[in-house]
Nanobody, 123 residues
Framework: QVQLVESGGGLVQAGGSLRLSCATS????????MGWFRQAPGKEREFVAA??????YSVDAVKGRFAISRDSARNTLYLHMNSLKPEDTAVYYC??????????????????WGQGTQVTVSS
């Protein structure tokens, strides 16, 4: 069955870095677009970054600080996070995108999700 397992979260000081991983199994990883979302307490799940149709996209709030990448040999998606800010604190989720190249910034465009990994940035 399809599985996505995030790891790499933790507690970090402002200005620090983390690398999140999303290990996948149960499907042909290199045939699917993938994305990262995050959800802070009391807020809706929001788009962070995606790889879709050969291009990468990210929300303005993380541009220049976060980068998404994938390793098809390892069936793993990554989110490289630098210059972290307290407002980046959230549970981070990876998702498998269904359908066309469009809608990469909408949670409804993803058909499978991981369990999430907590990222906490202290000031």
């Amino acid at each position: 069955q399809v599985q996505l397992v995030e790891s790499g979260g933790g507690l970090v000081q402002a200005g620090g870095s983390l690398r999140l991983s999303c290990a996948t199994s149960g499907f042909a990883f290199n045939r699917y677009d993938m994305g990262w979302f995050r959800q802070a307490p009391g807020k809706e799940r929001e788009f962070v970054a995606a790889i879709t149709c050969g291009s990468t996209y990210s929300v303005d709030a993380v541009k220049g600080r976060f980068a998404i990448s994938r390793d098809s040999a390892r069936n793993t998606l990554y989110l490289h996070m630098n210059s972290l800010k307290p407002e980046d604190t959230a549970v981070y989720y990876c998702g498998r995108k269904a359908g066309s190249c469009y809608g990469y910034d909408r949670p409804g465009s993803y058909d499978f999700w991981g369990q999430g990994t907590q990222v906490t940035v202290s000031s």
